[in-house]
């Protein structure tokens, strides 16, 4: 009760009042309030007291339900905590948020461990030049790629387009394709990254400086989850499915395979940009173009290519 305890002249109060004498307009509000004395109804300005020790035993049978009553409520709260396994944070928030992965061996040990529990989708985009990938490391993939597939799980693999005159990705490609698993080709740059059941990310390390090469991130948060696969969409519905490739275009701009035609007769990039009538850092542009489409990371990667492209 906001009006206990009494203080000290509350008290000297109460026992003038008791006494028979005036209490010579000190303040009883409070005494009034906890019962101790009331109004005389017969004459203006006086006070009849109450025994103290009846609004004692009033006020503590008061107490004494109001602890019963917040003992009983106390009891049902643990009731509510138990909806816990009811509710789902990350529904409604982004979730804990990253973690990084610091050697290729932790990233693939992580990515096998998540892929193998999926259940619904894996999207996978794969932007770098195949020659450089560990056949070890693709034969892991491919494995595991056609182990979620033969457990129904969707399974989306984006590539850029030097991808399709690899080899080692061409047979791997091949093996998901005939257990069910969708590839494409994209002339669209591109970010390496894993989605799986629009829970899980796993991208490249571009925080940690002078961190291990092949090093990357897990990534829980629901919202940046949901972003990087409609990015991942994007590109995957403006790529090429991998068995129309060979009836397709090189992807190329004209400007851009123009300057191949000239590389390919043997003419260096200065008398390129002359004979063509662009500037130099135009041509070097279009060259660094090319590459990011293709995934290649030298010119001799280009030119290989396109010249397996004009015999084709």
């Given amino acids: 009760m906001d009006d206990l305890p009494l203080s000290e002249s509350d008290l000297d109060t109460y026992r003038l009042i ?36 009846g609004v004692a035993e009033r006020l503590m049978a008061d107490r004494q339900r109001d602890l019963t009553r917040a003992v009983e409520q106390m009891g049902h709260i643990p009731g509510l905590a138990a909806l816990h396994a009811s509710f789902d944070p990350h529904r409604w928030y982004g979730g804990p948020g990253s973690e990084f992965l610091g050697t290729p061996a932790e990233m693939n040990a992580r990515i096998g461990e998540v892929v193998g529990s999926a259940s619904q989708e894996v999207c996978a ?4 030049a195949p020659g450089e990938r560990d056949p070890a490391i693709v034969r892991l993939g491919v494995d595991r790629t056609v182990g ?25 490609v091949e093996e998901i394709a005939a257990a069910g698993g ?10 390496r990254m894993v989605i799986v059941d629009r829970t899980h990310l796993f991208v490249d390390n571009f925080v940690v400086v002078d961190a291990e ?26 790529s ?32 390129v940009s002359v004979r063509l009538g662009y500037s130099e850092r135009t041509v070097a542009k279009e060259l660094a173009d090319i590459k990011m489409v293709l ?18």
């Fill in 182 to 191: 969708q590839t494409r080709v994209s002339a669209l740059p591109f970010q």
């Fill in 125 to 128: 985009a794969q932007p770098g």
């Fill in 18 to 53: 008791a006494s028979g004498a005036d209490p010579g307009g000190r303040p009883v509000d409070r005494l009034v309030s906890v019962g101790l004395v009331t109004a005389d109804p017969y004459q203006a300005g006086q006070w009849i007291p109450h025994d103290p020790r």
């Fill in 240 to 271: 090429t499915r991998w068995q129309d490739l060979r009836r397709t275009s090189s992807g190329l701009t004209d400007r851009q395979e123009a300057i191949l035609r000239e590389l390919e007769m043997g003419h260096p990039q200065p008398q």
């Fill in 148 to 172: 979620a597939l033969r457990n129904g799980v969707e399974i989306m693999t984006l590539y850029a387009a030097l991808a399709a005159d690899d080899e080692q990705t061409r047979t791997s």
């Fill in 213 to 238: 090469s092949n090093s990357g991130w897990h990534v829980f948060d629901r919202a940046s989850v949901a972003a990087a696969r409609e990015t991942f969409r994007l590109v995957w519905d403006r």
């Fill in 295 to 312: 995934g290649a990371r030298s010119l001799a990667q280009v030119m290989a290519w396109w010249g397996r492209q004009q015999r084709d």
